[in-house]
């Protein structure tokens, strides 16, 4: 049993949902939101507020301006992109506290928040019952 909640304490330390990460924008928490996918992906489309910064592209110099007291949560397109991963990776290797985003770009639509970009889609009011 113990290793079973150790499992599930782990996994909600490492991963967000979008529900949460929109209740904790919302709220104000000391969270930033990182697009990992290439300037293409970024600019057509993402989350409201989320800084650039491809994982391949990540190193000491590109993070200096990241504040080490916040958390960071990384995304890319969705369950079939490994780049909010590898993002997530490079981050905690530099140091960062750090969570990945389930299911994306992809998900965060489907829950209906809105995104910014040349794409842009209005989000819809929150719905969730988590």
């Not at 079973?4 to 924008?25: F, G, M, P, R």
Request: with cysteine.
């Amino acid at each position: 049993m113990k290793e079973q909640i150790n499992y599930y304490q782990q996994k909600l330390a490492y991963e967000t949902d979008s529900a949460d990460l929109y209740i904790a924008l919302q709220s104000n928490e000391p969270v930033v939101v990182i697009d990992t996918r290439s300037e293409a992906a970024y600019r057509q489309e993402h989350i409201p507020g989320a800084i650039h910064l491809p994982h391949s592209q990540m190193n000491r110099e590109t993070t200096a301006r990241l504040d080490p007291e916040r958390t960071y949560v990384t995304y890319c397109d969705g369950i079939g992109c490994n780049a909010s991963t590898k993002g997530a990776m490079n981050l905690a290797l530099l140091g960062f506290t750090v969570k990945e985003l389930l299911g994306g770009l992809d998900w965060w639509k489907r829950d209906g928040y809105a995104t910014e970009g040349e794409q842009a889609q209005p989000g819809r009011p929150p719905e969730c019952g988590c």
